[in-house]
């Protein structure tokens, strides 16, 4: 089977307005903790999900067909029972949430830094086929950025015992990645933000795969599939009824 390609995130031009953008929208953005004490509050830190109940309009630019719109948009409702936001799928190109759909990368804005692109420009792509077996799990996955979570495999708490080596070799042969983009998208930790605060969960849907080649000692993630009962958790606590 043909592996999808990895997903990036689509990183804001300029930190500080991405900063801004999120605290307009929901003033807990600027509230960062580390280690339970009150952090200062710093732009590189800040959270970006959007204000809870609030409506999200979700449009496809240049759908490639309907079944292949309707089955994505299957696949992001199952995030809906977990979220107080009401996700509203326009037919024109206007949304908050602008999908293409062209192959074969994957990549999103993470929640609130979609504000920060222009009107007609896309904040997600979903590159995986819809005949592919990830593509559901693709979808939910770019999906989950846009709701504003970000890589569960870079958690503090994560501690992956990556074979770095083999990794770049692995991610250079494969998709043709640079070392600093692996050492961006895979082995930098994130901040913990003050609503992120739910446990490391290898079961994510946000968690990349992690074969056991590409690790030090027996040590592997599965590909996960569907949204974890920790994805849920965190989307209640960050998007409350
Ligand atoms: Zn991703």
Redo the contacts with the bound molecule.
Sequence with gaps: MLHPH????MEPVDIQTSYEAAITENPDNGNTVAGGGRKKRGVSTHSKFWASNRTLKVAFLNPPSDIHRETAIKAIKSWQPSINLKLEFVSGSEGDIRITMEAPL???AIGTDATLRAPGENTMNIGTSPNHPWFEAAVL??F??ALGL??EHQHPKANIPWNKPVVYAHYWTAFQWSKEEVDH?LFQSLEISAVRTTPYDPTSI?H?PVPNELTIGDWSVQKNISVSQNDRRLMRKIYPK
Excluded at 6 to 9: A, G, S
Aim: proline share 6%.
């Design positions: 990895p997903c990036k995130i994957n990549y999103s996955h770019e989950g950025h970000e890589h998208n946000m990349y």
